[in-house]
């Protein structure tokens, strides 16, 4: 079994699919490597393949806000994506392209063995939860696999572009803080 660096080192040196070609950085997550809570998005913008680091451009920076508003820093959490390069443009990730990428995400959740997933957005609420989820309908329910509880928010990038998406959102991190104190009160007895 990998550790998580020697993980990062593979998919530092990966080209199963086109999207290694443009990228400056592999952008394969970042936290706690223990955390209770694992964040997934769908894949890197302009700023996370600059720096190598998920979810710290505009998007990422409500991302933080959020978690911190829950109680939490982003050292307690995990932080990553389904695909490790960005996609021309920030266009959506191709099938191809998650199918490439899905086994390290595998291998992350293995290793980091979270409590609580939280699928951020459609893409990795589709890849994660069901094919055929449907993030306004469904988001805010749990759904518990393998011991691990599951839930899709809206992605932190539709709020910026949706304000009536902020309401739901929020409350959606308060039932995560509510589900992780659930977990925390369970492990303590």
């Not at 990966?14 to 769908?42: M, S, W, Y």
């Not at 913008?45 to 820093?73: C, M, N, R, S, Y």
């Not at 393998?146 to 009536?164: F, G, Q």
Request: proline share 6%; hydrophobic share 35%.
């Amino acid at each position: 079994m990998y550790t998580l660096e020697e993980l990062r080192g593979i998919v530092m040196g990966c080209h199963l699919c086109p999207l290694h070609q443009d990228r400056k950085n592999t952008v394969f997550g970042q936290g706690n490597p223990e955390a209770e809570i694992l964040f997934i998005g769908e894949g890197p913008g302009q700023v996370e393949d600059d720096t190598g680091l998920a979810f710290v451009g505009p998007a990422g920076q409500l991302l933080t806000k959020a978690i911190e508003g829950i109680g939490l820093t982003r050292e307690d959490v995990y932080i990553g994506n389904i695909v490790k390069c960005r996609p021309p443009h920030n266009r959506n990730p191709i099938k191809e392209e998650m199918e490439a990428c899905i086994p390290y995400l595998k291998w992350q959740v293995k290793l980091i063995r979270p409590k609580i997933i939280i699928c951020l957005g459609s893409i990795a609420a589709t890849n994660i939860i069901d094919p055929s989820f449907k993030i306004t309908k469904q988001r805010g329910t749990w759904y518990e696999r393998k011991n691990i509880w599951i839930m899709a928010t809206y992605h932190p990038s539709a709020v910026l572009r949706d304000s009536v998406k902020k309401r739901p959102f929020w409350e959606d991190f308060k039932m995560i803080r509510k589900k992780y104190d659930e977990l925390i009160e369970d492990k303590s007895l």
